[in-house]
């Protein structure tokens, strides 16, 4: 059970954070971030942080040697 809870908070962060750069640049309409700079400044950080945290997930689910 390792890393399981960094993977799904990593995985979360991650398309959390590509939703709300979508919204914040405008893609997606019928939101209240569309068009909201601050969404599309605030997404690709809260991506970057999904991804260490993926990272860090997957080197705890590696086998030790």
């Known amino acids: 059970m ?3 809870f960094r993977l799904t908070v990593g995985l979360l ?3 959390l954070g590509a939703l709300w750069t979508v919204q914040g640049l405008g893609y997606a309409g ?5 068009d909201q700079r601050p969404a ?5 950080v809260i991506v970057l942080i999904g ?3 993926l ?3 997957m ?3 590696r086998p030790r040697g």
């Open 2 to 4: 390792r890393g399981w």
């Open 13 to 15: 962060a991650v398309v």
């Open 30 to 34: 019928d939101s209240v971030l569309t």
């Open 40 to 44: 599309a400044a605030v997404g690709p």
């Open 51 to 53: 991804l260490v945290a």
């Open 55 to 57: 990272w860090f997930g």
């Open 59 to 61: 080197r705890a689910r």
